[in-house]
């Protein structure tokens, strides 16, 4: 059995994870507090985000996995107020301290970090149910935060990537639906595992970006919390709407749409911009090689309005997944 002191040395204090001493970490783990450095003109962005065992990712997952999602979740974060992300803390109880788990949980980490650059810089451990939680810290030039607040009416709305695919993912892991190929379950293991955070659009887009927003808790629902906090309403054009083409293969037309809509866990970038900026967003798009696709505009109501191809308004049941 290991100590407090041993996991966090042997662990989480390793090569290509921890933070070494650089301009902007003063000290990193192993001692009180961890020191940063914050450069002139910045602003840090900071964000939480605690993932639940059985809430949030089945507790048999393997842990290489759980520890990627847990830093990627969060980085979509730094990714969506287009800031570079920089070093994150970590908050882990575990019912047992086995070393083996901890050693691939930590290696999943690891990969997140080194492939994004952000480093752990210091923790806190306890004994508990499963739970860790993670808090990224990152660095945007002050006053360039792309905010939720910013949208206003006649502003274009974006998402990049496709949609409903991490939604399918789960209905897969939860075991509600079989039957796929291995390359099909390889795929939507790595959709609900493994999200990209777009962090090098989320950097490239600020600059012409009014609002934003990632994609977790479905697209209307977090289209609904740009609208409340921008006093403005939405429309949408549903056949505009990328819908996962995993999940055309797997569902009716009008499954597949309604789980493209309210799935959360996509964790892709939904922005507002003036549409002076769609030409600009286009060619972002193919210069980073990430699908980005306009939905809809913004309107001077106060709801999210969904349309189809002959103009008929379309509600869905849940806007997306609420815990309380
Ligand atoms: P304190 O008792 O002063 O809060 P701890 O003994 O809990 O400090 O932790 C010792 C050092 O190890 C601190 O620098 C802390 O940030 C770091 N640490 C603890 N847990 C973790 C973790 N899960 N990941 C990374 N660093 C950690
Ligand atoms: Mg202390």
Redesign the pocket.
Known sequence: MLS??D??RQ???QKGL?APETELVK????????LLSIPTGKELALSMDTLVADVHFPSSAEPALIGARALSVNLSDLAATGAEPCVF????TLPEADPDWLMAFAGGLKSIASRYNCA??????SRGPLVITVQVHGLVETGNAILRNGASPGDKIFVTGSLGQAGLALKYILGELDGFNAEEEALLHNAYFKPVPRIEAGLALAPFVSAGIDVSDGLLADLGHICQSSGAGAQITLPAVPVSAHLTHRLSEQEALAMAMTAGDDYELLFTARPEHEQSIMALSLQLDVPIHCIGTMTSGSQVICKDAQGAEISFEKDGYQHF
Request: with cysteine; charged share 15%.
């Open positions: 407090e002191f996991i966090i662990c989480f204090d921890s000290t990193g783990i192993g001692d009180d507090c961890a803390t970590l908050g882990i752990l810089i210091g923790g806190n451990i």
